[in-house]
Structures are given as structure tokens and as C-alpha cells.
């Protein structure tokens, strides 16, 4: 069976971490999803509010570098946990358990551009240093004998 989704979106508030009795950190936060439609009564987007857990050493990193309203690409599997309430009513929730959390840019990133596109991309090269986007990263060969390697 396969069971593995991927979100993109911000966080809606910063991410909350706490320890199990056993030690083990988990960190728990919530995304703001846009859909890919508009609504065809008032032709906005719907937002979808995805909750999402995190975690050990995954649950540590968002909590550590993603704050509220935070671009971030989340990696997991859908889980739907059951609990009884305080009025002893039996309850469900759906949430993502994060395998993998990336960053998607930063709000300042995509304000220039439409929301939800990707940032300017840095590419690392065969020397390990960034490029800047749009640098020439091409150089000719001063060695070139005209034979082709394959």
C-alpha cells in the first residue's frame, strides 16, 4: 500500500515543540495550502489548513528554522489519529506526519511574484560555491581535442 503525500505552503503560526515522557522531540505546526482552483461563487482560491507533525531530529530542525508564515515543502504520510475529548466524545483527526521538511524560499522571496512560485534558484557547480541566478556557469574548454568522452 502506498501512502505518501507532498504540501507546499506556509505555516500558519510557529511551530510548537515539545518532549514525549520518553525524551523524544516532536514538533507540531499547521500549513496554509492554497487549492489549485478558484471557487466559482466569489472566483478566490480556498485555502486548506493541513496539520502536520514532525518527528526526533525533523521535528527540532522546523522548529529551529520555520517561523509563522514561513514558506516550507513538507514530506510525509497521511495519518488519521483517534482520541476521546473532554467530554469524553470519540473524536478523529487527520494530520501529516513529516518525513522531510524543506524550505520553500522566504515570504520576502515570492512577494515580488505570484504566490506559491518557486524562489530564485541557487545552483551548486562541480567547484562547491553557489552561482547566483543568471551568472554563466558555461566555460570553454582550453584543452578540447574534439574527442567525445561516450
Same mark, same amino acid.
Given at each position: ?5 507532498? =504540501? $507546499?505552503? *506556509?505555516?500558519?503560526? /510557529? ?5 514525549t515522557?520518553a525524551?523524544?522531540?516532536? #514538533? ?13 461563487e ?9 496539520n502536520?507533525?514532525?518527528?526526533r531530529?525533523t521535528?527540532?530542525?522546523v ?11 513538507v514530506?510525509?504520510? =497521511? $495519518?488519521? *489519529?483517534?482520541?476521546? /475529548? ?11 506526519v #513529516? ?14 511574484g505570484a ?7 541557487y ?15 558555461f ?6 581535442d574534439?574527442?567525445?568522452?561516450f
Amino acid at each position: 500500500m502506498l501512502n505518501r503525500i507532498i =504540501l $507546499q505552503g *506556509r505555516l500558519t503560526a /510557529d511551530p510548537e515543540l515539545r518532549q514525549t515522557p520518553a525524551g523524544v522531540s516532536v #514538533a507540531s505546526f499547521a500549513l496554509a495550502v492554497d487549492r489549485d482552483f478558484k471557487n466559482k461563487e466569489s472566483g478566490e482560491k480556498e485555502t486548506d489548513f493541513i496539520n502536520c507533525v514532525a518527528w526526533r531530529g525533523t521535528g527540532e530542525f522546523v522548529s529551529r528554522y520555520f517561523t509563522k508564515g514561513s514558506l516550507a515543502v513538507v514530506e510525509g504520510r =497521511l $495519518q488519521m *489519529r483517534r482520541y476521546t /475529548d473532554r467530554d469524553g466524545n470519540k473524536r478523529i483527526a487527520a494530520e501529516v506526519v #513529516a518525513d522531510n521538511v524543506y524550505f520553500g524560499g522566504s515570504k520576502k522571496d515570492s512577494e515580488g511574484g505570484a504566490y506559491g512560485q518557486a524562489p530564485a534558484a541557487y545552483s551548486t557547480g562541480s567547484s562547491g560555491y553557489a552561482a547566483a541566478p543568471g551568472a554563466d556557469q558555461f566555460a570553454e574548454l582550453s584543452d578540447d581535442d574534439g574527442d567525445l568522452p561516450f
